[in-house]
């Protein structure tokens, strides 16, 4: 129901994770040193994989496109959370928090469509290696990634082009360091069934699409691994592998909870602790999982490490 005779609010006030100025400056160090592990790690990872030609195969062309990814949903609130650590007004307008969720959306639920079609990679690598060139040509590859980019694009679009006709005339204080769809939900002075029947359906219909990908993709996988005789020919086979299953693991553990949750399960604490972990943590622990337990990319990173030393 509209409320009617009440002031429009044009912009929030995101109360972040503490009030404490001295808890807001260790916690302004933290995240800073965080998103330039990430910044470097990920780019790091970019330019090795276009750098070796070794890499230039379906599996690190989907890795470069994690990392570009992990450096967009990075950055799509650290650095305006960065910015509120140190500043006296901790706000965002109106339509910039939308914005913000736009891309939030974007490129989270890329990343979830970009860890499935890796997870079929491996798959086709491990179940059925002779076909592995056909099934992972270099147009199938390039239609996987465009096709996550497309859909996911509609998914963030349709979500705030709803978000868009919301009316806010306070409170305007949102209990998070940024700016997402469930707690602004919670601000609207209309009517916000719409919007969360669209967030629901959005979510568990992208979400039934590449999780069971993923699942049944390493269902697969592992019971190829345990039909191998040999136990170094088992060990060779998961270490390929065992690197992204605990990318999956980190990330779909966190990232589906708080928008399929009931709406009368409330917890800012535990919101928050989640949204650290998928949106923060997990694009700076993507390439450091990547680079301790791949062989070709530690070896690749060395090549580059060498050459670099040379050239001094």
């Not at 808890?23 to 790690?41: D, E, N, R």
């Not at 070796?52 to 599996?59: F, G, V």
């Not at 697969?220 to 693991?249: D, M, N, P, Q, Y």
Request: charged content about 10%; glycine content about 4%; overall charge positive.
């Amino acid at each position: 129901m509209k409320m009617k005779n009440q002031s429009t609010v044009t912009e929030f006030i995101l109360l972040g994770l503490s009030s404490d100025p001295q808890m807001q400056l260790f916690l302004f160090l933290v995240f800073l040193v965080i998103y330039l592990i990430t910044l470097g790690g990920n780019i790091v990872i970019m330019v090795v994989i276009r750098a070796d030609s070794h890499l230039h195969i379906p599996m690190y062309f989907f890795l470069f496109h994690l990392s570009f990814v992990d450096i967009c949903y990075s950055s799509v609130t650290v650095p305006n959370t960065l910015r509120n650590f140190l500043a006296e007004r901790k706000t965002i307008s109106v339509n910039g928090c939308i914005t913000q969720i736009f891309f939030f959306f974007l490129s989270a639920v890329t990343e979830a469509f970009i860890l499935s079609a890796m997870a079929y990679d491996r798959y086709a690598a491990i179940c059925d290696p002779l076909r592995y060139m056909e099934r992972m040509s270099k147009g199938i590859c390039v239609q996987l990634v465009s096709g996550a980019w497309a859909i996911n694009f509609l998914h963030a679009l349709l979500n705030t082009v709803f978000a868009l006709k919301l009316h806010f005339c306070g409170p305007n204080q949102i209990s998070h360091f940024s700016c997402e769809l469930p707690p602004l939900l919670q601000l609207s002075c209309t009517e916000t069934l719409t919007n969360q029947v669209v967030l629901l359906t959005s979510t568990v219909i992208l979400g039934s699409i590449s999780f069971p990908f993923s699942l049944i993709s390493y269902i697969l996988i592992i019971s190829t691994i345990l039909k191998i005789r040999s136990a170094e020919g088992r060990r060779k086979a998961f270490s390929t592998c065992s690197s992204h299953l605990i990318v999956v693991i980190l990330f779909y553990l966190t990232a589906f909870f708080p928008y399929t949750k009931p709406s009368s399960v409330s917890s800012v604490v535990l919101d928050e602790m989640f949204s650290i972990q998928y949106s923060i943590l997990t694009p700076m622990l993507n390439p450091i999982i990547y680079s301790l337990k791949n062989k070709e990319v530690k070896t690749a990173i060395g090549k580059m490490l060498g050459k670099f030393k040379f050239l001094r």
